[in-house]
């Protein structure tokens, strides 16, 4: 009889297990729809990067990505949501972290207030900004875990802020659990470990989210094509003007996203100005750090010359505090450091500008009135003014090294990162796996992947080349820094990005406006290596004397 009994039971499981599935598989959250009215909008645009073949994704089911953690979500009500936005839209770190202390505000909660955003907004196609292409289903679980964890009083081991912070990644930095495709169809079902940065996040307590869109193979794919794009997640809009404002690339899904508010934070790549460029796009902190502050490990890569993670938030508080988390020594990155950061313990605006020398340059005074004016609000809070113009220095080769890094450390990446058989080995097998379906894979082309195959630059030609971009780059910016003795040079957007990334040079970028049209307009401080905490200090006083950034009208 007590068999009897047992099998019934694990028979009703079985059956209710079974119910509970089918019930998610009939429930549709979101619909495909036709794109090809919004792509006619875009086809005569002025910005030739602008001009669409397509919005929405061709690969991605939006169910699969949003069903999972639908019940979690459906539990907050929208009042409970008014209620959190005082307390958390827009706020730092530091912020929730007092609320979280003080009872008012918990980890769970914490994060249902940005799935709730991310579903408010991504599952409307009037809305989405195509920038979530991967959630954590066990994200709400490990948030509940830390509340327990909290109300037993089993918090007093916790030593940094970022602990309990739901961060979002860049979707070519290797996560384990969830997919890491670096936007194209050939890594779609790409499993791995945790990139090193990734595990410094955990370690330190932080949650991960989901991973977002970028410009397919970080922008290094076709010429000419619009960033944001790739033929896993579609194409990344910018909530500031959808179809009208580029995203910026390649990390424009870390940019839109901590833009509208779908996170705490997080974390970009750059090679030469994709984190720069679409921070200032999207009106937010990103900071490019040193080669070698923060690990490459794990992350699908370019150029293992001059890669790099870096942090993007909506305040240079954050920045410091998700740099922070993700630093440490790796051995199986050649170029990675230790170096302390030492900017937490202390209030980052603290006498930041007064008596601090920066560069200026000329012509960017004389063609842009926002970044004018931003110069003389330095000057009435006491920042020496010295305007400058950098000399010409050649750039020639620049393309060689990525082609030719990227030849070589791509199949090193899919030889030591990857955990699965994948279509592809190299650049060659990518290229000929593109071909067989060029309206899905490449739609845009992939002149790029091609320019890397019949580049013929040798190893030892490639030394000589990186070696002399190292002291173009250098001179580009210390003719001036060491005549003026110059705190750091002043620049907009990623303006001077290639030049920072030759000489290996850490650089911030703070916004500073918007333009008449209400494109996002920044302002970019950049200093000699390892010289991170004070960009930081520099872009913390800046903030603090214009907060000049807004949230999107239709994300507020």
């Not at 990857?418 to 845009?444: C, E, G, H, M, R």
């Not at 082309?445 to 091609?450: A, E, I, K, P, V």
């Not at 990005?497 to 290996?504: C, S, T």
């Not at 494109?519 to 000049?548: C, D, H, V």
């Amino acid at each position: 009889m007590k068999k009897y009994v047992l099998v019934v039971l694990v028979l009703l499981v079985i059956s209710c297990k079974n119910k509970v599935e089918d019930a998610k598989k009939e429930l549709v959250l979101w619909q495909p729809y036709n794109d090809s009215l919004e792509v006619a909008e875009n086809a005569e645009h002025t910005n030739p990067r602008m001009r669409y073949k397509l919005i929405q994704s061709k690969v991605i089911d939006k169910n699969e990505i949003f069903l999972p953690l639908y019940p979690e979500v459906q539990k907050l009500s929208n009042e409970e949501y008014k209620a959190l936005k005082p307390l958390i839209l827009e706020q730092n770190i530091y912020t929730l972290r007092k609320y979280i202390d003080n009872g008012e505000l918990t980890y769970e909660k914490l994060v249902l207030f940005y799935l709730y955003r991310i579903y408010k907004y991504e599952l409307d196609n009037a809305t989405t900004l195509n920038t979530i292409v991967a959630l954590n289903k066990d994200v709400v679980m490990q948030a509940r875990k830390l509340d327990e964890l909290k109300k037993k009083g089993g918090e007093s081991n916790v030593v940094h802020p970022i602990y309990g912070m739901p961060i979002l990644l860049k979707d070519n930095i290797n996560t384990k659990g969830m997919f890491t495709t670096a936007g194209s169809i050939a890594f779609k079902n790409n499993v791995t470990d945790d990139a090193f940065v990734v595990k410094r996040l955990k370690e330190n307590g932080a949650l991960i989210l989901g991973k977002v869109n970028l410009s397919e193979w970080a922008y290094f794919l076709c010429t000419g094509c619009p960033v944001g794009y790739s033929a896993v997640g579609g194409q990344t809009l910018n909530p500031y003007g959808r179809k009208i404002f580029e995203t910026g690339g390649s990390s424009a899904g870390s940019g839109t996203a901590v833009a509208a508010n779908y996170a705490v934070a997080a974390v970009g790549t750059e090679t030469s100005g994709s984190i720069l460029s679409p921070s200032s796009q999207n009106s937010v902190v990103g900071l490019k750090p040193t080669i070698g502050f923060l690990s490459r490990t794990g992350i699908v890569p370019i150029s293992s010359t001059l890669d790099t993670p870096g942090p993007m938030t909506k305040n240079v508080t954050d920045a410091a505090i998700l740099l922070d988390a993700m630093k440490g020594k790796d051995a199986a990155d050649s170029k990675s450091v230790e170096k302390e950061l030492g900017v937490l313990s202390a209030p980052l605006t603290d006498n930041s500008l007064k008596g601090k020398r920066f560069g200026v340059i000329k012509n960017l005074l004389a063609a842009d009135s926002i970044y004018r004016a931003s110069v003389d609000k330095l000057r009435e809070h006491g920042s020496i003014i010295v305007e400058i113009t950098p000399p010409e220095v050649s750039m020639s080769g620049f393309l060689s090294i990525l082609n030719i890094d990227m030849k070589h450390d791509l199949p090193t990446y899919i030889k030591n990162q990857t955990k699965n058989k994948l279509p592809i080995q190299d650049i060659k097998s990518a290229v000929a796996f593109n071909a067989k379906d060029s309206v899905i894979k490449i739609p845009y082309g992939q002149s790029l992947f091609r320019g890397i195959l019949a580049d013929a630059t040798t190893v030892e030609e490639l030394a000589i080349i990186v070696s002399n971009l190292e002291q173009s780059g250098r001179r580009y910016f210390n003719e001036a820094m060491d005549v003026h003795n110059l705190n750091a040079i002043l620049s907009i957007n990623n303006y001077h990005a290639g030049y920072a990334a030759v000489a290996k040079y850490p650089a911030i970028t703070v916004p500073m406006g918007y333009k008449k049209t209400g494109e996002p307009i920044s302002l970019t401080f950049i200093a000699k290596q390892f010289n991170e905490a004070e960009l930081l200090r520099y872009a913390a006083g800046f903030e603090s004397a214009f907060k000049a950034r807004q949230i999107p009208e239709n994300y507020n």
